[in-house]
């Protein structure tokens, strides 16, 4: 039985990943983002794939005290001595309903496209987003790509990462599509429900070409530095200990017992 | 009280990180490792900061079927629906004996390196490196940063780290240092345990002005990419099942069994 | 805003479970399992829901080297200073395809029970469960319940978690519904997929009436145990640099490269 | 190489845990807890060791919303679809401060016991605490096992679980001078740190004979049935966006960018 992975491997004098060398053909020549792709595919990505993975990861790295963030920072509150447990405890948040969600769009495009092509009619797109959104809302399923808590009038990360999409030739079918979907949506369901970040991220990924699950690495690659600017911020300028006593401060239980009297 | 982060926020038309506009201000404009800075800190990288930076997140990366990457693999057999399982189990394993190693001997560097300065003779560093290695020998304990267990006759990653150091102004006295403790070593211990990835590393971190977080932090960065690789690869071309059955097959209690008889 | 859960709080002199004194009327009245359910649901449970409860998480404990073993042994070689890193590594893999199962067996069996009560005729629990077989058939779907890799010929557990769950109360229409579909695949795929350890505890916990995802509690508790029996063992007798090593040898990728040579 | 456990293997037929037939032997003849004992070490525990463990993992089984819940419950509003990833993300919170500390409280017994003998007059104990409590002092270090930020007064599981010990013979030298310590803190740093439960579970545990690291086994066995309490509690009655809105609502950032006006 052979056990071995194409990936990598080590020998006394020299580390190989993809069989290229990597202290004499890798280090210095290839830069993370290069790397990311290098070490999945083999293959160094081209320019345009460079400029609009750095936008995508980019925008899965952080933006405040996100679920993922609080968890972190709770799990460095009881256990300091491991750092990669406060990063692990925040990615485990990153599943179907937070940051997962752009593979999950990723998904339902690439499911959805079916044999439409980017030189389909706009009626064509049109049809295949009404039936859809009719289904979904029969299922009484929640669409991912659309819709946003906060951000009710539309995504501000959309029309920027839109434009990146565009400016290095990944404004295809999956992007049209997903237009398509707010606009059966609205029709559908009666409201504005704007396509969000990660239906932008899922769309993107599709048009590059690549399966959903990388839409899902990348927000975590992302995130993953986003949780550790985060625990450098805990050991500085601790909010943990803050948090929990907000928490306990909450409860009327307490209050009934005296603890604060 | 007040919870907040300096890190970021979002308000109903803008997300903010370090009080820059996400979408107006960072997308598109800063690239992924830009963001780790800015993100942790508030600066953008200069350029030689940023290509030191690459070189160490590739350098943790990958290289094959790691500890983390058969810990990645297990965790996805019995649990498929959840990549970031698989990932966070990875991640667990990057501690004090792998790649967490990388903050450990910056720890070290940086609080053994006293009053010394770049200008210090190299008897200066010689000797600080000697009471050191005579202090671990009588302690019984292992240096951070030097000896590998199969780059015996020296790990090919340093002299390409230590070279892209110097190239960009960070080849200082915890370098020196470094260098310091094998020659050290070798004359305490009497045998020669090469500087090792980990201790380049930590050397380099350490002369760039950063605090040993940032050597776990990279290396945590930068093995999200290889461990998702291997989960890529996982679902492509499955290695989980055969490990397990490799395992299983060594074990002859089974076999007094009949198990495989 | 409110936050509080009703499981318990802290005031300054006491700690209140369910709305009990933990110290005073807990502590040496409730063992583990009552503990389990009280913390729960509030309620005590009966002698025959403990006894079977125990032969439950017993079955989940563990049984060698299995992947979440595995993956708990290798993250302990990297990161000996986090045991509940190890841990929690080994829990990650409790999903779809291992021990997570418990709870996939018992969603079967509630969603497909429907309105057969423990009455009806057996040609009725054969009658649905052919349904169920031709439809997964269909749909190339593998049931979950049936089936194991190892113990073709019948999984010694069943028929002691059979026993006992009849001496307790609990071989009632879930049960039932098992035993028909473990005939209905004999002739519908034509094989003997016997009913596995999984099918028997998400049919017990569906008989003693308790939601699928108590499957999963029972698994994980009980597994939680077993990973620090092989923590404890890895502390005792490392096993973990040996399974590397294995793998590694397995690799001819490095044999070519001469590091064996 | 062979490659085996002596905790468990499978074979066609039969499991077998230490050597027992899991399913004639053990299934229905062990409980949990004399399971956990017989999985780590071969042995079945006595009933005063029995009584003993219930009262410990009782003990840490849960008091509320602690930070490992609230990271628990945080994961799961991301990733409802891994039971498993919530409850790994809450225990990896069981660390050096929180929960963990039960094993450094027996650590620090177990190291500082020495020679003293449950024989050796008060005045022994309390030598041996006075100089524990000076050392801690100038190095200015928390001693594990004293003092509590809430139960200021007195910790209210100590006496029950001191209790406890007393009547199963587990009231030896390590509670002694636990005791000591206490009182030494009195005298040394001028004010009351009363024991506090990972103290007494330190000492109990250490009184029991074993080794420190059972202390965190059962504090993570304890907390892993909470945590599922409270991911029960989460999918009946959810908290964790709540806790979401309750702490962005903290951030006056957001208020001035007119987020909340």
Redesign the interface.
């Known amino acids: 039985?052979?056990?071995?992975?194409?990936?990598?491997?080590?020998?006394?004098?020299?580390?190989?990943?993809r069989e290229r060398?990597?202290?004499?053909d890798?280090?210095?020549k290839?830069?993370?983002?290069d790397?990311?792709y290098f070490?999945?595919t083999g293959e160094v990505p081209s320019e345009p794939v460079k400029?609009m993975?750095?936008?995508i990861?980019?925008?899965a790295?952080?933006?405040?005290?996100?679920?993922?963030?609080?968890?972190a920072r709770?799990?460095y509150?009881?256990?300091?001595?491991?750092?990669?447990?406060?990063?692990?405890?925040g990615?485990?948040?990153?599943?179907?309903?937070?940051?997962?969600t752009m593979?999950n769009a990723a998904q339902l495009l690439q499911s959805e496209i079916g044999s439409l092509t980017q030189d389909d009619p706009p009626a064509a797109f049109a049809e295949r987003a009404r039936e859809l959104a009719r289904a979904y809302r029969q299922a009484r399923r929640i669409i991912p790509g659309v819709g946003h808590p906060?951000?009710?009038?539309g995504d501000?990360?959309v029309?920027?990462?839109h434009?990146?999409a565009a400016d290095n030739g990944f404004d295809g079918k999956h992007w049209s599509l997903l237009a398509a979907i707010e606009e059966a949506v609205k029709a559908e369901f009666g409201k504005y429900l704007p396509v969000n970040a990660a239906g932008a991220v899922g769309a993107t990924v599709s048009d590059m070409g690549l399966?959903p699950?990388?839409a899902?690495?990348f927000a975590?690659?992302?995130r993953?530095?986003?949780l550790?600017?985060?625990?450098?911020?805990e050991?500085r300028?601790p909010?943990?200990q803050?948090?929990?006593?907000?928490?306990?401060?909450?409860?009327?239980?307490?209050d009934r017992?005296?603890?604060r009297g």
Chains 1, 2, 3, 4 share one sequence.
């Open positions: 039985m052979s056990i071995k992975t194409a990936i990598g491997y080590t020998t006394r004098e020299d580390i190989f990943v060398n990597l202290a004499k890798i280090l210095g290839l830069d993370f983002v790397m990311i070490t999945a400029r993975t750095n936008a990861i980019v925008t790295t952080d933006h405040g005290l996100t679920p993922s963030a609080i968890s709770m799990t509150l009881g256990a300091p001595e491991s750092l990669q447990g406060a990063v692990a405890a990615l485990l948040g990153a599943g179907n309903h937070f940051l997962g593979q906060i951000h009710i009038d501000p990360r029309p920027v990462l434009r990146i399966a699950v990388w899902r690495a975590l690659i992302g993953s530095a986003g550790l600017a985060h625990l450098m911020d050991q300028a909010l943990g803050k948090i929990w006593d907000l928490l306990l401060a909450q409860d009327d239980s307490a017992r005296g603890l």
